[in-house]
T-cell receptor, first 112, second 115 residues
Framework: NAGVTQTPKFQVLKTGQSMTLQCAQDMNHEYMSWYRQDPGMGLRLIHYSVGAGITDQGEVPNGYNVSRSTTEDFPLRLLSAAPSQTSVYFC???????????FGQGTRLTVV | GESVGLHLPTLSVQEGDNSIINCAYSNSASDYFIWYKQESGKGPQFIIDIRSNMDKRQGQRVTVLLNKTVKHLSLQIAATQPGDSAVYFCAENIASGGSNYKLTFGKGTLLTVNP
């Protein structure tokens, strides 16, 4: 099993550009989520989904959009990139709310 | 707001010693706790979890203790090895009831194992 796959691994954007971070899982998990990790801040929840067609905001949702059209995929869209969005982004999936989340390898995003 | 925090941001131990990493949580409704290990440049990796109906759970070389009275969680690593060097995060969630999914992470503890 591939687990949780994130693409790309690295990305540099100019301020104002938009892009989509891809996340796919092959474990048939209902729960998927996006986190950003900044130095000294731990992981903060951006958006999450409890199943196809259902998404909700996390702790830091501003500037990001998500959709969940299939169980496998949960893309994160940056609408207009800002330097404050420079971070490492992690996608995770879990079977349900009471089981461990499996993480992807991360996308390191730099906005200049 | 409510959050998960750590008592010690860094911990340095000698190879072969036991390590104890602590975590405090403030949400009394949390009933599911996880410890993750994150090596440099990688995503968090599951180590062990515990539910609120348990006080202790053991894995291979790791033990998690939960003290609900003082809202405290700890991860014990026996015979610490250089490969254990990483950042360790505790995380909490409310597994039962409600519709929100909010796995909340602490800021992490950097464990350094000296050979």
């Amino acid at each position: 099993n591939a687990g949780v796959t994130q693409t790309p691994k690295f990305q540099v954007l100019k301020t104002g550009q938009s892009m989509t971070l891809q996340c796919a899982q092959d474990m048939n998990h209902e729960y998927m989520s996006w986190y950003r990790q900044d130095p000294g801040m731990g992981l903060r929840l951006i958006h999450y989904s409890v199943g196809a067609g259902i998404t909700d905001q996390g702790e830091v949702p501003n500037g990001y959009n998500v959709s969940r059209s299939t169980t496998e995929d949960f893309p994160l869209r940056l609408l207009s990139a800002a330097p404050s969005q420079t971070s490492v982004y992690f996608c995770a999936s879990s079977y349900d709310r009471g089981t461990e989340a499996f993480f992807g390898q991360g996308t390191r995003l730099t906005v200049v | 707001g409510e959050s998960v925090g750590l008592h010690l941001p860094t911990l340095s131990v000698q190879e072969g010693d036991n390590s104890i990493i602590n975590c405090a949580y403030s949400n009394s409704a949390s009933d599911y706790f996880i410890w993750y290990k994150q090596e440099s440049g990688k995503g968090p990796q599951f180590i062990i979890d515990i539910r609120s109906n348990m006080d202790k759970r053991q894995g291979q070389r790791v033990t998690v203790l939960l003290n609900k009275t003082v809202k405290h969680l700890s991860l014990q690593i026996a015979a610490t090895q250089p490969g254990d060097s990483a950042v360790y995060f505790c995380a909490e969630n409310i597994a039962s009831g409600g519709s929100n999914y909010k796995l909340t992470f602490g800021k992490g503890t950097l464990l350094t194992v000296n050979p």
